[in-house]
């Protein structure tokens, strides 16, 4: 008789476990998560703090290493000058506001509205991914009742007893199905994620240089001739799988179940018209126009407020020459910090105004999503002659196994 394991006793054992996860001294592995868990290693706490600063100090360099800032900066350095030996008495402290309402809550808002759309398109992806492999396998190994056994499938109007797989009859007998049919549909659906991935990956539209500068650049025709050119390569693709659906009907398949199939197809293109409007339509544009004008601009206005930290009053007896020039290296340095963030912010809303660009960190990895799906195909193909009854072993249960190394303990498996 089959005895329920104690669930007190098993939470007391992993918590156990959870105090004394193996490693070494700058890394661990979470041995009470699985085989699976415990194959990886990851930094402890000391050290992966370290790391994280370290990366995030690089991020936002990238972030602050364009253009835009040389200039930014070469204006906040400017204005410093400018208000001190034209206008200095032209000081004031200045309120803060005006950047958090002018620039700062636009900037905000750009980047929650382009990262949800982010993730708009990482869904529209995934159900892509999805119904593509639903798609394979319904054309590769769904039956129906035959003349005389249930694999309708595999008749080929050839009797059994010449060798053959079944004579059909009715009105489908002159229309077996084709033995590659199931391989035609595999290469069409490779064809398909290859003109996505094609497509996803054309620069994108909507840049305000594409809408004002025609005269001087032809970015907008190209781009959007590209676009088209992917466009009509996945609609013939898509349309192709209807025929195929229609294939498996003339050869017997049930009405009911290529209607399933066919519905299958409607989902890639609802899909795919998805990722098409995410592709070519963006968050305003001249939202993030007024915000690259405004953060040029911005330090030139707010020079009085500069000056204002590195002015003294004749009261201040004490301040000296040397002072006063580390008054004005701070000022600079402030305006110059100041600037650049505001950059940097609206970098990160540049950046993910084009969820599938590639190279970037927050942006869709469609190259590797689309390999997965790629991946998906093969296995599925490879897996088609084997019972589905079959008990296979999961890697890492071939390759892990309980103290297959110095660090692992009976209670890692």
């Not at 936002?60 to 900066?73: R, S, Y």
């Not at 995934?126 to 190994?141: C, E, G, P």
């Not at 911005?298 to 007896?317: E, M, N, R, V």
């Not at 942006?363 to 195909?377: D, G, M, S, Y």
Request: proline content about 5%.
């Amino acid at each position: 008789m089959h005895e329920e394991p104690d669930c007190n006793q098993l939470r007391q054992q992993l918590r156990g476990m959870m105090g004394r996860e193996p490693g070494t001294c700058c890394f661990k592995r979470f041995a009470s998560r699985g085989l699976l868990a415990s194959s990886v290693w990851v930094p402890r706490q000391w050290l992966a703090l370290l790391l994280d600063q370290c990366a995030s100090a690089a991020v936002v360099f990238h972030l602050m290493v364009c253009p835009d800032t040389v200039i930014v900066n070469l204006t906040a350095v400017a204005s410093v000058l400018f208000y001190r030996e034209v206008f200095p008495d032209l000081h004031m402290n200045l309120t803060w506001t005006v950047v958090g309402f002018a620039l700062v809550f636009p900037l905000q808002t750009a980047i929650r509205e382009a990262f949800k759309r982010r993730e708009q398109a990482l869904m529209a992806i995934s159900d892509f991914r999805a119904t593509l492999l639903n798609v394979y396998l319904a054309n590769q190994i769904w039956d129906w009742p035959g003349a005389d056994a249930w694999y309708g499938r595999a008749e080929d109007n050839v009797p059994r007893e010449q060798g053959g797989h079944g004579k059909k009859k009715g009105s489908f007998k002159d229309t077996p199905l084709p033995p590659q049919h199931g391989q035609r549909v595999f290469g069409l659906l490779v064809r398909l994620v290859e003109a996505m991935q094609e497509l996803l990956l054309v620069p994108r539209r909507g840049r305000s240089r594409q809408e004002f500068c025609t005269c001087v650049s032809p970015e907008k025709e190209m781009v959007e001739d590209a676009e088209l050119q992917g466009r009509s390569a996945v609609l013939k693709l898509l349309g192709r799988l209807h025929r195929a659906t229609e294939e498996l009907k003339a050869a017997g398949m049930p009405a009911n179940e290529a209607s399933r199939i066919n519905q299958y197809n409607m989902f890639l293109c609802r899909d795919f018209e998805r990722l098409w409007s995410l592709k070519t339509y963006r968050t305003p544009t001249t939202l993030r126009s007024v915000c690259r004008v405004s953060i040029q601009v911005f330090p030139f206005f707010f020079g009085p407020y500069y000056l204002h930290l590195i002015k003294t009053y004749s009261a201040d007896s004490d301040v000296t020459d040397s002072v006063l020039r580390h008054r004005f290296i701070f000022a600079c340095l402030f305006s110059c910090l100041t600037s650049t963030t505001l950059v940097a912010l609206l970098n990160v809303a540049v950046a993910l105004e084009n969820p599938f660009r590639p190279g970037s960190t927050d942006t869709i990895r469609v190259q590797e999503e689309f390999q997965l799906c790629r991946e998906a195909l093969q296995e599925a193909m490879q897996d088609q002659e084997e019972a589905w009854y079959e008990r296979f072993e999961f890697e890492w249960e071939v390759l892990r196994s309980p103290g297959d190394d110095g660090s692992t303990s009976d209670g890692d498996a």
